[in-house]
């Protein structure tokens, strides 16, 4: 165990994943995955991970549909959204809803993040 808080990036775009995980290993433990389903698959597999930040426009499930099937199966995590869009209707609700604690746009801003994951562990 090297001590550090376990964080999970969804994206369907590998260089998204890869400029993560870049930007945020030194600080957490990163591991990332391609859709809403492989990242459901790690969670099962992982239950230590305390973030999850997720891409919005994804194929076949949106972050927002992905984050509603894992915040249920695992309560405890912490989740937020990414997306180089504007905010949706859809995001506010959830965000209003507590499944989403905040919203981040693209490019991301790492200290933003950094506080952020911080703030709400």
Do not use: C, W
Not at 20 to 46: A, C, Q
């Amino acid at each position: 165990m090297n001590g550090k808080i376990k964080i999970l990036y969804i994206d369907d775009e590998e260089i998204n994943l890869e400029l993560f995980r870049i930007n945020f290993s030194k600080k957490y433990e990163v591991i990332t995955g391609l859709s809403g389903h492989e990242g459901l698959d790690i969670l099962d597999k992982n239950n230590d991970v305390k973030v999850v930040i997720s891409d919005m426009r994804m194929p076949e499930m949106n972050g927002i549909e992905f984050i509603m099937r894992a915040k249920n199966k695992h309560p405890q995590i912490k989740f937020f959204i990414l997306t180089g869009f504007d905010i949706t209707e859809e995001i506010i609700k959830a965000i209003s809803k507590g499944f989403v604690m905040k919203y981040f746009r693209k490019p991301f801003n790492m200290a933003d993040i950094e506080r952020a994951i911080d703030n709400a562990l």
